[in-house]
T-cell receptor
Framework: QKEVEQNSGPLSVPEGAIASLNCTYS??????FFWYRQYSGKSPELIMS????GDKEDGRFTAQLNKASQYVSLLIRDSQPSDSATYLC??????????FGRGTSLIVHP | DAGITQSPRYKITETGRQVTLMCHQT?????MFWYRQDLGHGLRLIYY???????DKGEVPDGYVVSRSKTENFPLTLESATRSQTSVYFC????????????FGPGTRLLVL
């Protein structure tokens, strides 16, 4: 059984701080890694994908992948109240069928 | 409009009734998925389809039926609804080309009384 683990939170950070969200996965052959953001009452939307070890930056978001340690993280710099949402980590082994974590709730307070 | 749509957005039904949730995408993506999302369980895969006329079970398929006669449509049917099927249902399609990026519909909130 492929597992993707996330701390459910909530993770509470002050506005302007760096939010760090973490995800570990069990399947060593995983190849594709995703972070989806889900606002309350809405559907998930992709914010970052990463396929190789290291960092990938997109605006205020940075995804970090370490395949040896089987973890992927998402950093949100200069956090804003509008970043308050649940962040879902998803992992795929190239089968086109991703496994989703249960999500981490992020609260950014002014 | 381009994208992925679901209907109905909200549905109330009674135990034992048949319910069909519709999903339509305009991108002609090959892969489509049905998930349910419940508090404490995250997104759980019900069924997926790799192409028209090709479907397969996911993690929680019992009590559900799918079909895919056309690439753009992927309906989900609850043959005899039970209270445990009260949930939010999301349809998704996956971008072709190997990125495995999924695009989700707006969801259907289903209440089974």
């Amino acid at each position: 059984q492929k597992e993707v683990e996330q701390n459910s939170g909530p993770l509470s950070v002050p506005e302007g701080a760096i939010a760090s969200l973490n995800c570990t996965y069990s399947d060593r052959v995983s190849q594709s890694f995703f972070w989806y953001r889900q606002y309350s009452g809405k559907s998930p939307e992709l914010i970052m994908s990463i396929y190789s070890n290291g960092d990938k930056e997109d605006g205020r978001f940075t995804a970090q992948l370490n395949k040896a340690s089987q973890y992927v993280s998402l950093l949100i710099r200069d956090s804003q109240p509008s970043d308050s949402a649940t962040y879902l980590c998803a992992v795929s082994g190239g089968s086109y069928i991703p496994t989703f974590g249960r999500g981490t709730s992020l609260i950014v307070h002014p | 409009d381009a994208g992925i749509t679901q209907s109905p957005r909200y549905k109330i039904t009674e135990t034992g009734r048949q319910v069909t949730l519709m999903c339509h995408q305009t991108w002609s993506h090959s892969y489509m998925f049905w998930y349910r999302q419940d508090l404490g369980h995250g997104l759980r895969l019900i069924y997926y389809s790799a192409a028209a006329d090709i479907t397969d079970k996911g993690e929680v398929p019992d009590g559900y039926v799918v079909s895919r006669s056309k690439t753009e449509n992927f309906p989900l049917t609850l043959e005899s609804a039970t209270r445990s099927q009260t949930s939010v249902y999301f349809c998704a399609s996956e971008e072709d080309g190997g990125t495995e990026t999924q695009y989700f519909g707006p969801g259907t909130r289903l209440l089974v009384l």
